[in-house]
């Protein structure tokens, strides 16, 4: 007997806000269909150009809405993503320790202890 256990509830069964859309997809969906509309009777307004032409210029403000609101990385939104990219920016550090990296106490050198004492008297330190 196969029993599928659910491995993400909140995956599996999203809240619904309207006709199966969440409530994220509904206003980036608002959003960028006024951004459609927007941009299309701007440029018939104020250039002239026929209102088909206007309509395909409004597409790519559109697509960008869209995108930026429903697509997901690593179940993050773009916005999230940008987020973290700008943190690890600032901290300037790693987010894991590695344990191949042993830091030693002695540093070598190819300078012999002659060549330290016959520096330090140079300087005047020495005798």
Known sequence: ?????????????RVTFW????????V????ALLASIGTAVFLWYFTGI???ICVYAGLPAML???WAGIYQYQG??????LKEIRYMGK??????????YRETAAVFT??????????????GKGM
């Open 1 to 13: 007997m196969k029993i599928d256990m659910n491995k993400n509830f909140e995956e599996e069964f």
């Open 19 to 26: 006709k199966g859309l969440t409530a994220r997809e509904l």
């Open 91 to 100: 901290t300037k550090e790693l987010a894991s320790e590695a344990g191949e």
């Open 110 to 123: 190819m300078r012999g202890s002659a060549d330290r004492a016959g520096r330090r008297r140079r300087r």
């Open 76 to 81: 993050m939104t773009v916005f999230q993503l």
């Open 50 to 52: 026929p209102v088909n």
């Open 28 to 31: 980036t969906g608002i959003l």
């Open 64 to 66: 960008l809405i869209g």
